[in-house]
RNA sequence: UGGGGCGUCGGCAAGCGGCAAGCCAACGGUUUUUGGUACCGUCAUUCGCAGGUUCGAAUCCUGCCGCCCCAACCA
């Protein structure tokens, strides 16, 4: 019985979810996917992304695809689909009946393809390559039309019938829609749509020697497959346009919406498919798996379980802004995985020998010590052989031990996990002056606790020099050593390989019992960190771990003191005062090329004394300003119209866009004639306009649905106040301790109660009298 | 003729006109036969900057600044 799931974190992707479900959107459906180009393998990045939309599918009870997008033959391969199909099971994700291929839709997709032609909205274009290119023109400048742009419906048909015949050759030919050289999206100049590719492809063999491109290919997959909720990374939001174009302008089974999110940044790594593989075929890595690498198949080696990708993935959040994610993020979703599911055993990495003086020569005496951690209800154990000599992990020991040690050293006594306390009394050097062995010797009576309750001075891991194991030790760190080795184009990010990434140890110590695990168990080395047996590697003898991620480790050996930064006070930038004629405003132009709003600006500051700010934004769009000469034709002050309009009404629309409002100029005039007559304040007039938008109501009927105007009576006010100080118990006691902040809170409180009508200026001087007279009791 | 996005703590990230969530990191403390875990506590008078609107602005309006994406017959 699992504990309820906590509710995941929101996001604005489940926001418009959400709304979409309220608003009945899709007919209440959810289906998301995710589409991989079978043309690499995945990783952590894939992950985020596989959490989301499998995610999203089975919290709001829809279902997710996996969708292999094989529209480009020259780079994909089955040998990824396989792989990727594998790592999405892995991560735990069932994509149940809905496996899909894209190159299963070619046929279908011909056919939009014809139809977008037989509407005149697609043509076969005979450019060079090298034309096409360039008639695209750039980002500051407009493309110009192929001269094919023309061709008849038929000459298009015939063409393109030939194309998929094969009478072109590679790169001679491609289909393009017909959209807008000129659009400021350079992906709206007449996007490709398919291209002539004389290869075999992995699926569909020779069936076909024209390709769909993505912009073309994608949206119709989704639309194809019922997709409500496409969600792809922030790189493709300037494709969204042509999506939306070709679902609007293709007879779609169904009208998928695309959105975009911010793709995983983790810091000392790398993510790109292309740094990747260079990092593979340059053997800086053992392979695709290599437990360094964030690929899934990498981390599923390392011995990182799924269910820790998962959380990451969970806490990192999803949103717009790039951003760049702390492996450290990472490291915690782990060990919260693992610490309280692991069984501990020990292993001394780099043994230290150690002769316990006074235990007899060949005595094994069998310790008992717990495999899992406190949290689980399970005390088996497993046997741990104590002898004569044993080992103790190198850095255990310290001649001269710094202060605050806890470990071993010459003179003091510690305790052994699970067994006797010794001490050292004795250090044994080899001729270079290394210490090559401890004598020691252990009080019989001090197993675990000592009777007389004396504290030793630390625990330590060991292992039976004799009956103890030698295993493998594979210590991983990140792969690079700083944070951004991408992060500087001058600079090949291999250069920052942090040479310590891998550090075997081939005479690691282990406890006997560590012969029982099965291949791919997980164990806690006691004070070290998390391992995996790894399977692949380990032989019959020799047993092989990886370490998946140390434990936190707080103590610091120098506790160097965090400079006392002081807290950098944000540089504020200096002001440069640009001259408002530098650069010429899009408004500007508008008025250029239109005399009669050039006169409005000249006469909103001069005849209707406007700020320059404000005349330019009222004069410097037609639609706008047409509103705002309807909203003086009322003859209401002029500077209460700017303000309105600017200030409270254009929050309404549609990036300035009025049009799109549920009532007319007339109903915001009726609206502003009552706040001009004082009949309402400014609050009430917001809340008014702010039901305007929802119902369409016209001000006045909505006035007196609020039941009256504005409140502005002393007696009636203080009631209120104090109605409201009575049912804020909490915050009265917080407020008298000073908490002045909550100030807004009661004055919230007050116009809420009020439905905004009572009368701001005279609420606040009495809510703060009475806020004082509460201090003061 | 440019367009599309994004700026909230050291790192992620909520927030949608009324008290600046949470997580990681860091730092203290309690418990502890792991310098682990668990638990408690500290950590944004301020939301890129500047004006404006409002009783009240991270949130609405305006301007500016800074990052990211777009000129593959890749996805």
């Known amino acids: 019985m699992k504990p309820p799931e906590k509710s995941k974190p929101s996001n604005f992707v489940r926001d418009i979810i959400e709304e979409d479900l309220r608003l009945g959107t899709h007919d209440g459906r959810v289906a998301t996917r995710f589409p991989p180009e079978p043309n690499g393998y995945l990783h952590i990045g894939h992950a985020k992304s596989i959490c989301l939309n499998f995610g999203l599918a089975q919290e709001y009870g829809g279902q997710c695809h996996l969708r292999f997008d094989d529209t480009n033959p020259v780079k994909e391969d089955v040998e990824y689909v396989e792989s990727i199909k594998n790592d999405v099971a892995w991560l735990g994700f069932d994509w149940g009946e809905h496996l899909y291929f894209a190159s299963d839709y070619f046929e279908k997709m011909y056919g939009f393809a014809v139809e977008l032609i037989k509407k005149g909205l697609a043509y076969v274009d005979s450019q060079s390559v090298e034309d096409i290119q360039e008639n695209r023109g750039t980002v500051k400048t407009p493309g110009v039309p192929s001269p094919y742009r023309d061709r008849s419906v038929e000459e298009n048909l015939d063409l393109f019938e030939k194309m998929r015949a094969g009478e072109f050759k590679d790169g001679e030919i491609v289909l393009r829609a017909k959209i807008d050289m000129g659009n400021a999206n350079m992906l709206m100049r007449d996007p490709l749509l398919y291209r002539v590719r004389h290869v075999h492809h992995h699926r569909t063999g020779d ?5 769909p491109m993505y912009d073309f290919a994608h949206c119709l997959e989704d639309a194809i497959e019922q997709i409500t909720h496409s969600v792809c990374t922030l790189e493709f939001e ?17 009208q998928p919406k695309q959105y975009e999110f911010a ?51 969970e806490i990192i959040g999803v949103a717009k802004a790039n951003s760049l994610v702390d492996v ?26 150690v002769t316990i003086t006074n235990f007899p020569e060949d005595k094994v005496e069998i310790m008992n010590g717990p495999l899992w951690p406190e949290n689980i209800d399970n005390d088996e154990k497993r046997p741990i052989p104590f002898t004569k000599t044993i080992f103790i992990e190198q850095g255990d020991f310290a001649e001269t031990p710094p202060k605050k040690w806890k470990r071993f050293a010459p003179g003091l006594e510690v305790r052994l996990r699970h067994a006797y306390f010794i001490k050292c009394n004795e250090v044994v050097k080899n001729d270079a002056g290394e210490v090559v062995e401890l004598l020691c010797t252990y009080d019989p009576q001090a197993r675990g606790t000592a009777p007389d309750g004396r504290k030793p001075n630390g625990t330590l891991h060991w292992v039976s020099a004799t009956e103890g194991v030698n295993v493998q030790a594979r210590l991983y760190d990140r792969l690079f050593s700083v944070a951004q080795p991408d992060g500087d184009a001058e600079v090949d990010f291999k250069t920052h390989l942090n040479p310590d990434s891998l550090t075997v140890r081939e005479c690691a110590m282990a406890e006997p019992y560590l012969k029982e695990l099965k291949s791919g168990a997980r164990v806690q080395f006691e004070r070290q960190g998390f391992f995996v047996l790894d399977g692949d590697d380990s032989s019959d003898g020799n047993l092989v771990f990886n370490r998946i991620t140390t434990l936190r480790d707080s103590w610091k050996k120098e506790p160097v003191k965090a400079a006392p930064k002081p807290k950098a006070k944000k540089q504020k930038p200096a002001l440069v005062s640009v001259p408002q004629e530098a650069k010429v405003s899009q408004r500007d132009q508008v008025r250029e090329g239109n005399p009669a709003l050039a006169a409005r600006f000249d006469r909103y500051q001069n005849d209707l004394g406007l700020s320059k700010n404000v005349a330019d934004q009222l004069s410097g769009d037609e639609p706008l300003s047409n509103y705002f000469e309807t909203l003086l034709a009322s003859g209401l002050p002029a500077a209460l119209c700017a303000k309105w309009l600017r200030n409270e009404l254009l929050a309404y629309g549609d990036e300035g866009d009025l049009s799109g409002l549920s009532f007319g100029a007339d109903a915001f005039v009726e609206l502003l004639t009552l706040l001009n007559k004082k009949e309402i304040s400014n609050r009430m007039a917001k809340e008014i306009l702010e039901a305007m938008v929802k119902t369409g109501k016209a001000p006045g009927a909505l006035l007196k649905d609020m039941g009256g105007g504005v409140i502005a009576d002393d007696s009636a006010i203080e009631g209120i106040i104090q109605s409201v100080l009575d049912g804020a118990v909490d915050e009265c006691e917080r407020y008298k301790n000073g908490e002045d902040k909550l100030f807004g809170f009661f004055m919230g409180q007050v116009m809420a109660q009020t439905k905004g009508k009572a009368d701001p200026k005279l609420s606040r001087d009495l809510l703060q009298k009475a806020l004082a007279k509460l201090r003061t009791e």
Do not use: H
């Open 207 to 211: 069936a076909w020697c024209i390709y």
């Open 238 to 254: 300037n494709n969204r346009e042509v999506y939306d174009w070709l679902i609007g302008n293709v007879s779609a089974p169904s």
């Open 263 to 313: 793709r995983l940044n983790l810091n000392y790594t790398v993510m790109s498919k292309r740094k990747l593989l260079q990092l593979v075929e340059e053997n800086l890595v053992s392979g695709w798996d290599d437990p360094r690498m964030p690929t899934i198949a990498g981390m599923r080696k390392r011995g990182i379980p799924p269910e820790a990708i998962r959380f990451f993935c």
């Open 328 to 353: 450290a993020m990472l490291e915690y979703a782990i060990r919260d995985k693992l610490d309280p599911v692991t069984p501990r055993v020990m292993c001394v990495l780099r043994p230290l020998k």
